[in-house]
Structures are given as structure tokens and as C-alpha cells.
């Protein structure tokens, strides 16, 4: 079954305000690229062709950028208007993500490594192939969603725990079988005010269904934040993160 891509590229910024006053977050400068290059190489080199941008009202200037993708890409962008929460974000990007398998992708996150060989066990995958959680191990864990292993398989995630279970922390990067849809309806319906997408990692999670792959400490790095932005551009000046859409 096809992998689609959504990059999640919404929201106003306010973490690196005042440079994001009048440029789309994703769209500022790192290592001489457009944070956003990074994201969509890491797309792109995983085999990916079909994605949708959804943004905010600068959703122009990225799409100056991007423009109909490279030869053989399906670039959708979407508008979202206002900021009204994760589910009604995606919800707007659901029309060009049918009966297909998902790669979820938050913009900020910016990371090192390949998913190559995860989205073709995706395709090949006879049976729905369950979640794929994307984690980062950090010192202090507790402003993030960490993962509560057991026996090396996760079991569960916590919420910005003042006690953290483990150094892995969820980042912002997910692959979904077909029956993600599905679930967000029936867990956002029960909750809407008290929904996020770990309420879906959970679904999996209590249904076996889900697989935590660490990047270590060093190759992922959230480019939210002034700090973040800095660290990511050594990190690609080393060498460490790539904007090429192709493997060499």
C-alpha cells in the first residue's frame, strides 16, 4: 500500500518570535537552506512522492519555495486558518491522505536519520503494519511525551512527567497503518478538548501494534526554538543533517 507524507508545518512561531513575524517558520534560514529543505529531504530520501503542506497564512511563501516539487512528486498545500488543535489540522489534510499509509511529520523536528527501510515495510506490509514512533534519547526528558519500556518494547507514553520512565522522548515524526483515520475520529469524538496524537500512539500501543526506534542523542534536534535553530545549523554545517532529497 502507497506512504504518503503530511508535514505539519502550521502554527504561529511565537518560540523564535521576532523572526517569524512576517516569514513562515519553516521557511527561516539554516546552513545557507530553508529549515523546511531538511524535513522534505528527509521525506523525499525515504521514497516518499505524494505530500501535503499544511501552514499557516504565510502558506504563499512556502509555496513559492516548494512550487509543484521535484519531477514525479504530488505537492498539495493546505490553509489552516487558525490554530484549532492537531485534529482539526490534519482533518484538513485528509482528503489527499485516503486509504493509504501515513508518514506524520512535525516541521520543527529536524533529524539525521533514514527511513528508508521502515516506509518499505510499510508498503510491503500485507496486514495493517501497526505505528511507528519516532523517539530521541535526551538528558532531561520531562517537557516531552516519553516512552515507558518494557523488556525493550514500549508500553506506553507519558505526558511531561516530573519523574521521567526512560530518556526517550517522542518526537515529532510517526508513520501510521490505514486505520489511522479511524482512530483519531473515535478519540478525538470521546475527548476533543483533551485530544492529542498521543491519544492514537496509545491506540496502537494497547493493541501491540506500535514500535519505538531511537535515534540516539545526537542526530535529531527541534528547530523550534532560537537554541534549537543554532544547534541544528553546527549540526548541518558537520555534516550531520541533510537537505538533499536524494541519498548520494
Excluded at 489552516?80 to 482528503?95: D, H, K, S, V, Y
Excluded at 506524520?104 to 495493517?128: G, L, V
Excluded at 501494534?209 to 545549523?233: I, K, M, N, R, Y
Aim: charged share 25%; hydrophobic share 40%; aromatic share 8%.
Amino acid at each position: 500500500m502507497k506512504v504518503k507524507a503530511i508535514l505539519v508545518a502550521g502554527g504561529h512561531g511565537s518560540r523564535l518570535l521576532p523572526f517569524t513575524r512576517y516569514t513562515q517558520k519553516t521557511l527561516l534560514p539554516l546552513y545557507g537552506r530553508p529549515v523546511i529543505d531538511y524535513a522534505l529531504g528527509t521525506i523525499r530520501r525515504a521514497g516518499i512522492k505524494d505530500i501535503t503542506i499544511i501552514a499557516n497564512q504565510f502558506i504563499g511563501q512556502i509555496a513559492n519555495h516548494i512550487g509543484c516539487g521535484l519531477p514525479g512528486e504530488r505537492i498539495h498545500y493546505v490553509l489552516e486558518e487558525e490554530p484549532l488543535g492537531i485534529a482539526q489540522a490534519l482533518e484538513l489534510a485528509r482528503p489527499h491522505n485516503q486509504n493509504c499509509r501515513l508518514m506524520i511529520y512535525f516541521s520543527d523536528n529536524i533529524t539525521a536519520m533514514e527511513f528508508t527501510d521502515e516506509i518499505q515495510r510499510f508498503i510491503d506490509a500485507d496486514e495493517p503494519p501497526g505505528c511507528a514512533l519516532l523517539a530521541r534519547e535526551v538528558e532531561d526528558p520531562r517537557a516531552f511525551g516519553v516512552a515507558v519500556l518494557k523488556d525493550g518494547k514500549i508500553v506506553d507514553i507519558v505526558e511531561k512527567p516530573d519523574d521521567p520512565p526512560s530518556k526517550l522522548a517522542i518526537g515529532g515524526i510517526y508513520l501510521y497503518d490505514e486505520r489511522f483515520w479511524d482512530y483519531l475520529d473515535e478519540l478525538y469524538l470521546a475527548d476533543p478538548e483533551g485530544f492529542s496524537i498521543s491519544d492514537v500512539n496509545r491506540r496502537y500501543i494497547a493493541l501491540d501494534a506500535a514500535v519505538v526506534h531511537s535515534s540516539g542523542g545526537e542526530t535529531w534536534v527541534d528547530c523550534g526554538t532560537p537554541d534549537g535553530l543554532f544547534q541544528a545549523a553546527i549540526m548541518a554545517q558537520k555534516g550531520i543533517l541533510n537537505p538533499a532529497p536524494h541519498r548520494k
